[in-house]
């Protein structure tokens, strides 16, 4: 059980942390192209 939970628990960190970086790289490309 207890493993079970913490391996779905690095799933959805794994996830966010996916989203999270496309979001920052996309913020990121907006900026970067707005200055150029």
Do not use: D, P, W
Request: aromatic letters at 12%; hydrophobic letters at 35%; one cysteine or more.
């Amino acid at each position: 059980m207890a493993t079970k939970y913490s391996s779905r628990c690095k799933e959805i960190v794994y996830m966010v942390r996916i989203q999270l970086r496309k979001n920052t790289e996309n913020i990121v490309g907006e900026v970067f192209y707005n200055e150029v």
